[in-house]
């Protein structure tokens, strides 16, 4: 069972296979949201600063009926957040707003601040600079792991020149039609999990026909070929919903798609129209 199974972090941590994304839940909510997930199995949660639920997170997972130690948490830190001294503030008000002593996980959240991403300015002293931060507290014990994301091979290679902990993790946007099949190879090579935020592209493969068409001759739905899609490729989905019936379908993913099949989605066009998301920066296409 997926929810059973871990992938190996560079530096021995065990990270859960499946995460529950917690995107656009609000703060309110997302605590039973969280409590949902982890009575159905889930042991990992995906949050962020920008997100504005890191405290419903903490609530919910404290309040989660299990040892903090059996559940992953994941935030980041804010995109815009690019020099060390803000950087540092930043990581302990997680901390408070989480209501935890430890992170699992903590990651650059883009490499470029939202208002300047996809721009040709990479910024690439100030992500040095936070990223030094998390290297600081990661030796000081606040952080077991730490990571980036939405990070290209430049923005890699400008982290892995200059660090002395190597990122451990790089979570970026491949779905079924949007598979950046060189920037994983990269990732991976350099010992790095690819972690795959919006599996199911948004909610925007829930229209392809093609993958309909798969899916119903594999017996399962379109979020679980999609799901398991991007575990085929040796990568960590994190699937966003707040509904504990689609949580509970997102894990039934316990089958194998052919080889002949996994060629045919890495190859469907891209998708061009990821509807409501469509004007956030990740989604926007430039």
Request: glycine share 8%; proline share 5%.
């Amino acid at each position: 069972m997926i929810l059973r199974d871990h992938y190996t972090l560079a530096n021995g941590v065990e990270i859960p296979k499946l995460g529950l994304g917690t995107w656009m839940i609000p703060d309110d909510a997302v605590a039973e949201a969280v409590r949902e997930a982890v009575a159905l199995g889930y042991r990992h949660i995906d949050t962020a600063q920008a997100y504005q639920n890191e405290t419903g997170v903490g609530d919910g997972v404290r309040s989660s009926g299990l040892p903090r130690e059996q559940l992953f948490v994941t935030t980041k830190l804010a995109a815009e957040v690019k020099s060390h001294a803000e950087a540092v503030r930043s990581i302990d008000g997680s901390l408070k707003r989480l209501g935890l002593d430890v992170i699992d996980l903590m990651i650059i959240h883009s490499p470029q601040p939202w208002t300047r991403f996809g721009e040709e300015e990479r910024f690439l002293e100030g992500n040095r600079e936070a990223w030094r931060a998390l290297e600081e507290a990661y030796e000081a014990g606040k952080l077991r792991a730490i990571g980036v994301s939405n990070f290209e091979r430049v923005d890699l290679e400008n982290i892995l020149g200059s660090c002395s902990v190597r990122p451990m993790v790089n979570q970026i946007l491949a779905h079924i039609s949007n598979t950046p099949a060189e920037l994983i190879r990269y990732t991976q090579s350099e010992g790095i999990l690819v972690e795959a935020y919006s599996p199911i592209a948004h909610g925007a493969l829930m229209s392809n026909e093609r993958v309909a068409g798969m899916a119903e001759r594999y017996g399962v739905s379109v979020p679980q070929l999609s799901i398991r899609y991007t575990l085929e490729l040796g990568l960590l989905p994190l699937p966003k919903t707040a509904n504990p019936a689609h949580m509970k379908t997102n894990a039934e993913v316990d089958f194998q798609i052919s080889a002949e099949d996994m060629e045919v989605l890495k190859n469907l066009p891209r998708i061009e129209d990821y509807g409501d998301a469509r004007h956030m920066p990740v989604f926007a296409l430039k």
